[in-house]
């Protein structure tokens, strides 16, 4: 996975308002233009945006986010992953983008992060497209559940 770092200095050229310290509500207000600037930057070449996470202290603010690209055959790496190792953690390799009903949320499979060691499975939200991850015991419980198995 690669990773992009902005860098962004403090200056008074053009600046409509200057942040004397970071708090919740600034942090929270910054994470929201950021991502949406590398949101539109990824759908401008295509890349599938995920957001991240956000650090700060009274006078410093680093902000998370993915790009993620397709192989040849259109899949990210998790798909292609979760195609070809789903078996090994004994799920179903036709599970992937299947969705699972956990409380009011629906959720879709959506692959495999081979670096995790518990949490392996990728889950999206459908509502808000927000990302979890599940250990693969507890995504085969659900459709079992769900399918009667």
């Known amino acids: ?62 902000f998370g986010f993915y790009f993620r690209t397709t192989n040849a055959s259109g899949e990210t790496q998790f798909e292609a992953d979760y195609k070809q190792h789903a078996k090994t953690f004994d799920l179903d390799p036709d599970w992937l983008h299947k969705i699972i009903q956990e409380g009011d949320k629906k959720m879709e499979i959506i692959g495999l992060d081979l670096n995790k060691t518990k949490n392996v499975v990728i889950l999206k939200e459908i509502s808000s497209g927000k990302q979890y991850i599940a250990p693969a015991i507890t995504v085969k419980l659900w459709m079992k559940y769900q399918t009667g198995g």
């Open 1 to 62: 996975m690669n990773h992009v770092l902005v860098v962004v200095e403090k200056s008074t050229k053009n600046v409509m308002e200057v942040i004397e310290m970071f708090d919740r509500e600034t942090a929270k207000k910054l994470h929201r233009e950021i991502d949406d600037m590398a949101r539109q930057i990824a759908e401008k070449y295509g890349y599938e945006f995920k957001p991240g996470s956000a650090r700060f202290s009274d006078t410093e603010i680093s």
